[in-house]
C-alpha cells in the first residue's frame, strides 16, 4: 500500500501564481484532509471531505479551493499564492472520525510564496 | 481557546528517562484520543490511541486519558535517543482537534 501521496515535495511560488497540490490515497478512506502546520500554531485546517462530492471548510481556508471527484484524490489550489501561505501542507486521510483509526498523513509539500 | 491544549517544550531528557506529555481538552463530548509522532521533515504518525477514559499501554508507551479533568497524558518509559520528535496530542468530536505539539529530544 502507498498509503497518502503528496506531490510535489517541494514548490516556490511567486505571489499572484497559482498552483495545485495532488493528494492520493489508496485506502478507499471516505474522510480526506488537508493541513497547513507552522512553527508554534501545529496543524490547522483547511479543508475536508467525509467523501466524493462532499467537501466543507475547515479553520483556515481563505485563499485555498479544494474539490473531491473521486475518493482516491483531493487536490488544493492555491488560487493566488501570497507570502503569508509559505507552509508546510499535510493531507490526511481517515476510515472514520467517529472511531480511534485516526489519520494517515502523507509526507508533506514545503511551499515557498517569495 | 483551542479545543486540545499542549505545552509546546522544548523537552530534553537524558537516554533511559521516564518522559511525560500531556495534554488538556476543552470538550466533554470528545469520545477518542490519540498521540501522533513526528520526525522531522515528515508527516505525523498515529502512535497510539484509547478510548474514553482509562490507560492503554504498548510496549514502553502508555497513553493516559483522564475524562473527569479533561487531560490526555503519554509516558515513555526508558526513553531511546529514536524517540526525538515531535509527539501531538489529539481528540475526535465532529473532526479531529490536534494540539500545537511537544518537541522531545532524548540526549545520548
Known amino acids: 500500500n502507498a498509503g497518502v501521496t503528496q506531490t510535489p515535495k517541494f514548490q516556490v511560488l511567486k505571489t499572484g501564481q497559482s498552483m495545485t497540490l495532488q493528494c492520493a490515497q489508496d485506502?478507499?478512506?471516505?474522510?480526506m484532509s488537508w493541513y497547513r502546520q507552522d512553527p508554534g500554531m501545529g496543524l490547522r485546517l483547511i479543508h475536508y471531505?467525509?467523501?466524493?462530492?462532499?467537501?466543507d471548510q475547515g479553520e483556515v481556508p481563505n485563499g485555498y479551493n479544494v474539490s473531491r471527484s473521486t475518493t482516491e484524490d483531493f487536490p488544493l489550489r492555491l488560487l493566488s499564492a501570497a507570502p503569508s501561505q509559505t507552509s508546510v501542507y499535510f493531507c490526511?486521510?481517515?476510515?472514520?472520525?467517529?472511531?480511534?483509526?485516526?489519520?494517515?498523513f502523507g509526507s508533506g509539500t514545503r511551499l515557498t510564496v517569495v | 481557546q483551542k479545543e486540545v491544549e499542549q505545552d509546546p517544550g522544548p523537552l530534553s531528557v537524558p537516554e533511559g528517562a521516564i518522559v511525560s506529555l500531556n495534554c488538556t481538552y476543552s470538550?466533554?463530548?470528545?469520545?477518542?484520543f490519540m498521540w501522533y509522532r513526528q520526525y522531522s521533515r515528515k508527516g505525523p504518525e498515529l502512535l497510539m490511541y484509547?478510548?474514553?477514559?482509562g490507560n492503554k499501554e504498548d510496549g514502553r508507551f502508555t497513553a493516559q486519558v483522564d475524562k473527569s479533568s479533561k487531560y490526555i497524558s503519554l509516558f515513555i518509559r526508558d526513553s531511546q535517543p529514536s524517540d526525538s520528535a515531535t509527539y501531538l496530542c489529539?481528540?475526535?468530536?465532529?473532526?479531529?482537534?490536534f494540539g500545537t505539539g511537544t518537541s522531545l529530544t532524548v540526549i545520548p
Open positions: 489529539a481528540a475526535t468530536g465532529n473532526q479531529f482537534y
Open positions: 490526511a486521510s481517515s476510515y472514520s472520525i467517529l472511531t480511534g483509526y485516526g489519520y494517515t
Open positions: 484509547t478510548y474514553s477514559s
Open positions: 485506502m478507499n478512506h471516505e474522510y
Open positions: 470538550n466533554s463530548a470528545f469520545q477518542y
Open positions: 471531505s467525509v467523501g466524493a462530492g462532499i467537501t
